[in-house]
C-alpha cells in the first residue's frame, strides 16, 4: 500500500485489505455526526467523518456505493461490509469514515453535527460546536434507507 502513501494527508481502507484510499491534503472539518441515517449507514450511534476534495482522494481497488437518499453515496468494501465514505453528490467533498485511517488518531474532530439524534445516553465530553441538521437543506430529498419495520 506505499504507493498510495502521500507525502502529507491520510491512507485508510476496509478491514480486509480489498479497499484502500489515500489523500494528499489535510482533512478539514472532521466532525461527529449524530444523525439517523449515519448512525444505521455506520452501525453505530455516531458516524465520524474525514471531509477531503474529491479530486485529491486515491483509491486502491473498488470501493461499492449505496445511494441512500437521493442527495448522497455512501461507499463500502463489498467483501467485508467496512463503511468507508460519505459524500453528496453535488459536492467537491468527500468524507472518510474516521476509524477507516491508518492512523485515526491523526485527525481530531472539530464540531457536532446533526445533534437533534443523538442518543440521550451518549456523553462525549468536549467543548466542540454542535448544530443541529438544517432541514431545509433536506426538504426535498429521497431517503432510501430501509424504514424501521
Known amino acids: 500500500m506505499n504507493t498510495l502513501a502521500p507525502p502529507?494527508?491520510?491512507?485508510?481502507?476496509?478491514?480486509?485489505?480489498?479497499?484502500?484510499y489515500a489523500a494528499d491534503m489535510t482533512p478539514k472539518r472532521v466532525h461527529y455526526c449524530h444523525c439517523r441515517m449515519c448512525q444505521r449507514a455506520v452501525g453505530n450511534v455516531v458516524a465520524t467523518l474525514v471531509p477531503v476534495r474529491k479530486d485529491r482522494?486515491?483509491?486502491?481497488?473498488?470501493?461499492?456505493?449505496?445511494?441512500?437518499s437521493s442527495l448522497a453515496k455512501r461507499g463500502f468494501c463489498n467483501h467485508c461490509g467496512t463503511p468507508l465514505s460519505f459524500a453528496y453528490d453535488k459536492s467537491e467533498w468527500i468524507c472518510v469514515t474516521l476509524g477507516s485511517l491508518d492512523d485515526p488518531a491523526a485527525v481530531v474532530p472539530e464540531?457536532?453535527?446533526?445533534?437533534?439524534?443523538?442518543?440521550?445516553?451518549?456523553?462525549?465530553?468536549?467543548?466542540?460546536?454542535?448544530?443541529?441538521?438544517?432541514e431545509s437543506e433536506l426538504a426535498d430529498m429521497i431517503n432510501h434507507q430501509a424504514p424501521p419495520p
Open 8 to 20: 502529507e494527508g491520510i491512507v485508510g481502507g476496509c478491514q480486509c485489505g480489498a479497499v484502500r
Open 57 to 68: 482522494l486515491r483509491w486502491e481497488g473498488e470501493p461499492s456505493f449505496f445511494q441512500s
Open 111 to 134: 464540531i457536532h453535527y446533526g445533534i437533534e439524534g443523538q442518543v440521550p445516553w451518549l456523553h462525549i465530553a468536549d467543548d466542540l460546536p454542535r448544530e443541529a441538521t438544517d
